[in-house]
């Protein structure tokens, strides 16, 4: 399995920005499809933001869409989201999940995805 590693978070105001970054090491990082979940307490993990084996493809829950970017760099294995007109209602533990993917199909459910981090905090206030 690859290992995952997420960085980046911390508390901001509304309407800021945060970048989160994700490393993975331990296996070939391009022959893996990533995504970015999230979690706030006392809810279920619900997905983010996806993200193809190669970077051409990406996909976007509704709740971020037009504020959130994901990428990729692939010669660095790391997988980026950039985090643009926050709201409190981002706050949330973010996690990267990988999944070993060379297809165009994109992942958005939990299951999906066998390969976790250990999650970032972000704090959004009003």
């Known amino acids: 399995q690859v290992q995952l590693v997420e960085s980046g978070g911390g508390s901001v105001q509304a309407g800021g920005s945060l970048r989160l970054s994700c490393a993975a090491s331990g296996r070939t990082f391009s022959n893996y499809a990533m995504g970015w979940f999230r979690q706030a307490p006392g809810k279920e993990r619900e997905f983010v933001a996806a993200?193809?084996?190669?970077?051409?493809?990406?996909y976007y829950a509704d709740s971020v869409k037009g504020r959130f970017t994901i990428s990729r760099d692939n010669a660095k294995n790391t997988v980026y989201l950039q985090m643009n007109a926050l709201k409190p209602e981002d706050t949330a533990a973010y996690y990267c999940?990988?999944?070993?993917?060379?297809?165009?199909?994109?992942?958005?459910?939990?299951?999906?995805?066998?390969?976790w981090g250990q999650g970032t905090q972000v704090t959004v206030s009003s």
């Open positions: 993200i193809t084996w190669n970077g051409l493809s990406t």
């Open positions: 999940a990988a999944r070993p993917s060379y297809s165009s199909a994109i992942y958005s459910r939990v299951a999906d995805f066998g390969s």
